[in-house]
């Protein structure tokens, strides 16, 4: 069976983190590839776990030796996602990658079998009550991931699929689906 890229996209506290990694508790041959970004840790992130936390001059000399697959920056500081890790794992899973609109799009034109799949929220409020219950940005922050859901949405038509984060465990089962429909292709 062939391996398969995965990208979830979806505006910031939507529940995209949430859903990779209990999909990945449920499916072992689902990698999870770990971007590196040059914003701080949150309180309860780890250097290794969810992303790579390096500096901005680290990330210039990844930039610099093609270390990105694609890279690009959100409220003032720079993502991308590491090449290297996603060429080889692709060699014995699927690999889903956790990226913006743009990074999706972007990494879709070099891998057109690249499945896109952003993760909506069920309602705006419920997106905010979100953002506010993770306790893990001031208001300011909200308010500028907040901003962002329009454009967010407009990229969505360019999208393979769009699953609601209602209910977590219904939504991963429609991961899940989507994912076991695409490998039996
Ligand atoms: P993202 O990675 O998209 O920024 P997170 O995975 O950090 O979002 O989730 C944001 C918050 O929403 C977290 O506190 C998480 O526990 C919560 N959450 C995620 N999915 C759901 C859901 N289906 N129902 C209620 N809360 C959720
Ligand atoms: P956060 O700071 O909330 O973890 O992430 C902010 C935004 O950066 C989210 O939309 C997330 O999907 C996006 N992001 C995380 N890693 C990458 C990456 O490697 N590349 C791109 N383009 N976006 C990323």
């Known amino acids: 069976m062939k391996n398969i890229l995965f990208i979830l996209s979806g505006p910031s506290g939507v529940g995209k983190g949430t859903l990779a990694n209990l999909l ?19 309180e309860h992130e780890t250097d290794g776990k969810e992303y790579f936390f390096i500096s901005k001059d680290e990330f210039i000399k990844e930039i610099e030796s093609d270390g990105f697959l694609e890279y690009s920056s959100h409220f003032g500081n720079y993502y991308g996602t590491p090449r290297k890790f996603v060429e080889n794992k692709l060699k014995t899973h699927d690999v889903m990658l956790e990226i913006d609109v743009n990074g999706g799009l972007s990494v879709k034109k070099n ?68 994912i076991n429909e695409e490998k039996n292709k």
Do not use: G, M, W
Request: glycine letters at 0%; a negative charge; charged letters at 40%.
């Open 111 to 178: 891998y057109k079998d690249a499945i896109l799949i952003f993760i909506a929220p069920p309602s705006f409020n419920e997106l905010k009550n979100r953002l506010i219950n993770r306790h893990t940005e001031t208001e300011d922050k909200i308010e500028e991931r907040l901003q962002r859901i329009d454009y967010e949405f407009e990229k969505e038509k360019q999208y393979d699929y769009t699953v609601i984060n209602d209910d977590l465990n219904r939504a991963v089962s429609e991961l899940e689906k989507i």
């Open 24 to 42: 990945r508790e449920r499916n072992k041959n689902v990698a999870l590839s770990i971007s590196c970004t040059t914003r701080q840790p949150r």
